[in-house]
């Protein structure tokens, strides 16, 4: 689930707890170049107020239009159906490009418990699906296998729910604030573990959460998994190696470390000679980030989120020459 679709969810909750009526919409089937997958949510509160995405915006503008003009899709079922983009004419009115066709269904939230469970499991880090049939607005979450996927059949709608992304930071330095800040922006849950207090005690940004400790023991205290991405950014080894010897064992998608390729390479033997597989040592990305000629900070931090972001929508990254073939080499010496 996409980190703003969680978003989504604690809005329906909190408006639902707040006494609001809300009408819950998610993206089904999409044919052509539609702008948003399935799955996709918007959330419309009884009194025109949004949250969410299913298009670029017009189909957003037709939906509240339809609730304040009280037009809504009467199909002798709990949740019903709507498609745009049937004709050429239509999906350019929709601003659908290439022609484009989305479905959309539409269910009023009455009871939110289903919510505040979907919530709960994603701040426990688990993943659960959804499945809801249409004809009776009936829903029930339950633990998501790992082959379960979305899925859509015109009488139950099957949901992937998520946990949100997290990027843990080593090091509270200058360049970790720019990684925050931007990382933040992309929805990512931020954490960030130092044990030198000259730099932690001087941290100031509410939305990222301090995991106390060194940092190996801070990567085992998240227990990461495959929504987590880990970089070392404090430059000293002592910390950064640490972190990443519990970290390329883990299950995080990611794992980085700031580095020229020299200690790069240096780092990989040292890691070799502290026992950690050939496989392990593979899974390490340095120098971090992807190629844009970046020398300051906030360049490389914005080099580093769009590596991490590229490996957690299945962009291929080219791993750096240089380093893969000193990688190699390390690997033989092992």
Request: net charge negative; aromatic share 6%; hydrophobic share 40%.
């Amino acid at each position: 689930m996409d980190n703003v679709d969680l978003d989504v969810l604690t809005r329906v909750l909190a408006w639902r707890q707040a006494g609001h009526g809300v009408r819950l919409y998610t993206v089904v089937q999409t044919w052509g170049s539609a702008p948003r997958p399935p799955g996709s949510m918007l959330a419309l509160r009884d009194d025109g107020v949004v949250i969410g995405s299913v298009s670029g915006g017009c189909i957003e503008d037709d939906l509240i239009q339809r609730h304040l003009e009280g037009r809504f899709e009467s199909q002798g079922r709990a949740v019903n159906l709507i498609t745009y983009g049937m004709t050429r004419e239509e999906a350019a009115r929709f601003g659908l490009p290439c022609g484009g066709t989305l479905r959309l269904t539409e269910e009023v939230v009455e009871d939110p418990a289903w919510v505040a469970e979907a919530i709960e499991r994603c701040g426990q880090h688990k993943v659960s699906v959804r499945e809801l049939d249409l004809a009776s607005g009936e829903s029930r979450l339950s633990d998501a296998a790992a082959d379960d996927a979305f899925a859509f059949d015109e009488q139950r709608l099957r949901v992937i729910y998520g946990p949100r992304w997290r990027l843990m930071m080593i090091g509270a330095g200058q360049l970790s604030r720019y990684v925050a800040e931007m990382a933040l922006m992309l929805g990512f849950e931020v954490l960030v573990c130092d044990p030198r207090s000259s730099f932690s005690a001087e941290w100031d940004n509410p939305g990222v959460i301090q995991v106390p400790g060194m940092p190996d023991d801070a990567v085992l205290s998240i227990q990461p998994d495959e929504r987590t991405a880990i970089v070392t950014l404090t430059h000293d080894p002592r910390l950064d190696d640490m972190a990443l010897l519990t970290a390329l064992q883990s299950r995080a998608f990611y794992v980085g470390a700031l580095g020229s390729r020299q200690t790069t390479d240096k780092r990989r033997g040292y890691l070799a000679q502290l026992g950690l597989s050939e496989a392990d040592i593979g899974r390490l990305y340095g120098p971090i980030g992807l190629y844009i000629g970046s020398h300051t900070p906030a360049e490389i931090a914005l080099s580093l989120m769009a590596e991490i972001v590229a490996i957690k929508n299945g962009v291929a990254v080219p791993r750096k020459p240089a380093v893969a073939a000193k990688a190699a080499t390390v690997g033989e010496r092992a």
